[in-house]
């Protein structure tokens, strides 16, 4: 009981916790603290005649019922909002952090007009003052500006609020920009006007203001950090163009006005305009780097530095203008096909290179509409001129040739060609088959003439080894010689002085006699040369003795004297062989006789015979 005594000890309590609530009830008083706002809501209207707002009208602006433009700001104390006729909302601020923007879209205003997308700015504090945003005759929908980094109070009942990133472009990059809103592009134009004042586009507003049109833009952006409306604008980055060094480029535009040609009536195959104007740009680009708009313009690079081509399966340099070329296969006049592969190496004069892209629109196409017919057509036409063998064999000569006609052609083109090379030449296998084996048989013949001389040397060299070997007995038998040859001579001198005394001694006979002495000197002066010719030369002379005895005495007469003459000198007895020749013979005594003397003298030739072999030792 003595506690509920001091019940109302806790009245001053609950006015402390309570305080705002009652002083709202009580007097419609209403505190907003300092880190928000108070956003108002008019429940009704008693009295007057704006009890409501216009149609189409959601903000009130002269106290009707609704959502009041007025918010009320931090730390007002005010009077009269009655909680049965006012809904205050406390709201944060709008805090727009860094590395963003704040993206507004009004709830409320004038309607946008047709063909645009985006409310033109108007001034309202950042749209933080709705009345005035609204007053000004702002519209309602997305809005052209946007919130910078900070904190912003605003009333959320006409305002949302949206974040959005800071477009950041990369070194080494640019931006090409497409607008979403502005008056439309005019007609055969790709690109909106390039138009000023716009600070790279983060004032959208100043652009439309200037005329701006939607679609693509000439003008990019740099690297570097911007604040752009993703509702006004979409970037697109592309890498910055490289004009590599050795190289010029050959700007073709899109855009601009019609240019007068520069390049007069000796050249008929496309205009050549100055910087600025619609077409190639007689300026070409040193190497560096540039921020081009891909989307208005296009560069061609173009190498002003010698530049080879390869008809070649097997090979391709590294710029691949010659990807597509391939090894020219030429028919010869004898009807054979064979592989060719060629090099030709140009060069385009950095003045020269516009009229080139004028001229064929890209390097690629100067390949594939100029080079590759000529040079493939030039030698498919010198082959049939030719068979494979003269072809492989003059190589030199075709190339030097071909050199001179391609020169010719190109400079038509305003392309100057430096040289012409004929790399690999692939003859077809079934010749090629037969060249190697004629090669083959002619590199054995060499081998085997080469394997002849190096036998004989060798042979040459075995004898004189052999001849080394035996030098000794060659110089002790060549003194052999020597001594047997001045024996010879001896006995000649000797058998000559003999010879000459019987000479002279048979000087008084028959020419028996001296044929005697003479076959006695031949018999002496042969023994020292060959034994062999001893006995003919003894035979001649007693053939002549004999003949000339017989001239003498008659051939009958001279044989019966030898007869006797042998049968006297040897007591030779002669009945029985007498008897026994005349039984088989039937002839007469004599006639024995004779037989019995050529028996005997045969005998005493195989008798000389048999010594004339130690005679000639």
């Known amino acids: 009981m003595e506690i509920l005594s001091y019940w109302w000890v806790l009245l001053p309590l609950l006015a402390i916790i309570f305080y705002k609530q009652i002083l709202r009830v009580l007097f419609g008083m209403i505190i907003i603290p300092e880190n928000r706002i108070g956003l108002v809501t008019k429940k009704f209207v008693l009295f007057g005649k704006e009890r409501s707002l216009p149609d189409g009208k959601i903000i009130a602006l002269n106290g009707e019922a609704g959502f009041q433009a007025d918010t009320l700001a931090p730390g007002f104390l005010g009077w009269g909002y009655w909680v049965w006729q006012y809904k205050i909302d406390l709201a944060a601020f709008t805090d727009i952090p860094k590395g963003k923007i704040g993206m507004v879209s009004a709830k409320d205003g004038k309607i946008l007009e047709v063909g645009f997308i985006l409310a033109r700015h108007v001034e309202s504090d950042n749209y933080q003052n709705a009345r005035a945003f609204l007053n000004n005759n ?38 090409i920009i497409t607008t979403l809103d502005g008056t439309p592009l005019t007609t055969g134009s790709i690109a909106g006007s390039e138009i000023s004042g716009h600070n790279n586009f983060q004032d959208f507003d100043k652009f439309l203001e200037n005329g701006g049109q939607r679609g693509l833009q000439i003008q990019v952006i740099q690297a570097g950090s911007y604040t752009l409306s993703p509702w006004a604008i979409q970037i697109e980055k592309r890498p910055m163009t490289e004009i590599p060094i050795g190289t010029a480029g050959v700007v073709i535009s899109y855009v601009g006005g019609d240019g007068k040609d520069v390049t007069g009536d000796g050249f008929k ?80 004069p950095s003045v020269e290179a516009p009229k080139v892209i004028a001229r064929f629109g890209s390097m690629q196409n100067l390949v594939s509409q100029v080079l590759e017919p000529t040079i493939g057509n030039y030698f498919r036409n010198s082959a049939q001129d030719s068979d494979v063998i003269a072809f492989l064999s003059t190589r030199q000569e075709r190339q030097n040739a071909a050199k001179v006609e391609i020169t010719k052609v190109l400079d038509e083109y305003n392309v100057k060609a430096v040289d012409t090379l004929i790399g690999d030449i692939v003859p077809p296998e079934s010749l090629m088959k037969t060249l190697t084996d004629r090669k083959i048989a002619q590199e054995e013949e060499i081998t085997f003439e080469t394997q002849t001389k190096a036998q004989d040397q060798k042979k040459m060299l075995e004898t004189a080894k052999a001849l080394a070997d035996i030098q000794p007995k060659m110089v002790a038998a060549q003194q052999q010689v020597e001594i047997s040859q001045r024996e010879a001579e001896a006995a000649v001198k000797q058998s000559e002085g003999e010879a000459k005394s019987v000479e002279i001694k048979a000087a008084a006979n028959a020419k028996a006699t001296k044929v005697n002495a003479e076959a006695d000197a031949a018999k002496i002066q042969m023994m020292g040369a060959a034994e062999a010719g001893k006995i003919e030369a003894i035979g001649k002379a007693n053939a002549e003795s004999y003949k000339g005895q017989v001239t003498a005495m008659g051939a009958e007469n001279f044989g019966k004297l030898k007869v006797i003459e042998e049968i006297g000198k040897n007591g030779v007895k002669i009945i029985p062989e ?18 019995i003397e050529l028996m005997k003298y045969i005998q005493d030739k195989k008798e000389v015979e048999k010594v004339t072999p130690t005679a000639k030792k």
């Open 269 to 348: 195959h496309g205009n050549i305009v100055e910087k600025g104007n619609k077409g190639v740009w007689l300026q070409t680009l040193d190497p560096g780097k540039y921020a081009i708009n891909t989307y208005t313009q296009r560069i061609e690079i173009v190498p002003t530095t010698n530049l080879v081509l390869n008809w070649a399966n097997a090979r391709s340099e590294s710029h691949n203008l010659d990807k597509n070329l391939s090894t020219i296969t030429v028919r010869s006049k004898d009807g054979f096909p064979f592989n060719l592969d060629v090099s030709q190496i140009i060069h385009i």
């Open 578 to 595: 007498i008897l026994i020749n005349g039984g088989q013979g039937g002839g007469s005594g004599v006639d024995s006789l004779i037989g």
């Open 138 to 175: 702002g519209s309602r929908g997305k809005q052209v500006g946007y919130l910078n980094n900070g904190v912003y109070r605003i009333n959320s009942l006409l305002f949302d609020v949206f974040l959005a990133d800071i477009t950041t472009i990369e070194d080494g990059t640019i931006g």
